[in-house]
């Protein structure tokens, strides 16, 4: 299958926040927009873009972050591919997109986590070349109350 990882521009939100939805976030196209903005600005972000026949069919978005206990490493934030799109090789060509976008930042490691409900994702990280290295539990609090 022939596609192409390009770097998120804004004329892709609309497709970009369509795709969220699979993920199980809702949120429309100008959210996306403005957060796809901000991302795009700073210099400690990456957010890719597979695109088939001029439609997005996954992305990515990465992150340089700074850990006080471990140092600088790339961080996958978020990855999907819409569901016709799937076993095609296109989350690992994004994946080797993001790891490109690490060394380029001069970061020796990279790390994603997973949803313990992503069942598919448990099985794709390792294969890609990724090691499970620990379980967590996140929490949430509102700070809008």
Not at 9 to 27: M, N, P
Not at 80 to 104: F, P, T
């Amino acid at each position: 299958m022939n596609f192409d990882i390009a770097t998120a521009s804004q004329e892709d939100s609309k497709q970009i926040a369509q795709l969220t939805s699979e993920l199980g976030y809702f949120v429309n196209a100008d959210e996306t927009e403005d957060w796809l903005a901000q991302l795009n600005a700073s210099p400690m972000h990456g957010v890719f873009i597979a695109i088939k026949d001029s439609c997005v069919c996954g992305w990515l978005a990465v992150e340089k972050r700074l850990f006080l206990e471990s140092g600088l490493k790339a961080e996958i934030t978020g990855l999907v591919v819409g569901h016709d799109y799937r076993r095609l090789g296109i989350a690992q060509a994004l994946v080797e997109k993001a790891q490109e976008w690490g060394v380029n930042q001069g970061l020796e490691k990279i790390v994603v986590r997973s949803n313990i409900e992503r069942k598919e994702s448990h099985a794709f990280y390792p294969k890609v070349g990724f090691e499970k290295s620990k379980t967590t539990h996140v929490y949430v609090k509102d700070l809008s109350r």
